[in-house]
């Protein structure tokens, strides 16, 4: 009896050790391989800046230009005043302004338009006046007469007297385009009266500058 108990023991015990083992075999899994995973990094383009530097240089080259241009047709410009203001201080210098010409009158005698021994000298002086003046003066010669005819033959006469100062001006080297003439009559008397001291002044040739 006693051996069947341990016997009985025995085989309880043995199935208990084999059902244990297959539990334990059940349990442990399989350890599953790690793949290792590449860590994700983000690609960032670098910034290519040889372009924007090279525009930045043109510009400020281009700046540069403009402003050196700039300059120098400022100086250009200054240059340019600075001769026309010598060059007309130097013609000032040698010749007078026309507001400055003194001319002297021409008389005549009696309904006559040649010229007298005194009127060729005073008309030498001034040629000599005329001819210093600055470039582009014009000298407007004026015939006058007395009172004494009609309007119309005085008009006439008067531009005789003016041709007559003209053309003796042009025998002295004075340039006809320094010149031109109008004829008064006895429109414009230089003395009031009626007698021949006052007829002797208003027959007679005027200088007026004109330009």
Wanted: net charge neutral; charged share 30%; hydrophobic share 45%.
């Amino acid at each position: 009896m006693k051996k069947v108990m341990v016997a009985l023991l025995a085989g309880i015990s043995m199935v208990a050790l084999l059902a244990s083992g297959c539990a334990n075999k059940e349990t442990v899994k399989k350890e599953e391989p790690v793949v290792p995973v590449a860590p994700i990094t983000e690609t960032v383009k670098p910034v290519d800046t040889t372009d924007q530097d090279r525009l930045a240089e043109q510009a400020r080259l281009a700046e540069q230009a403009r402003l050196a241009e700039q300059a120098r047709l400022a100086e250009q410009a200054r240059l340019a005043e600075q001769a026309r203001l010598a060059e007309q201080a130097r013609l000032a210098a040698l010749k007078p302004a026309a507001a400055e010409l003194k001319f002297q009158a021409v008389y005549f005698d009696y309904d006559k338009s040649d010229l007298r021994q005194d009127a060729r000298d005073v008309l030498s002086k001034n040629a000599d006046v005329i001819m210093k003046s600055a470039a582009g003066t014009r000298v407007q010669i004026e015939g006058h007469c007395d009172e004494r005819g009609s309007a119309e033959y005085n008009l006439a006469l008067g531009e005789s007297r003016a041709k007559s100062v003209l053309k003796y001006l042009t025998t002295l080297g004075v340039k006809a385009d320094m010149l031109s003439i109008i004829s008064y009559g006895k429109e414009k008397p230089a003395v009031q009266g009626g007698d021949e001291a006052a007829w002797a002044k208003n027959r007679r040739a005027e200088f007026v500058i004109v330009k």
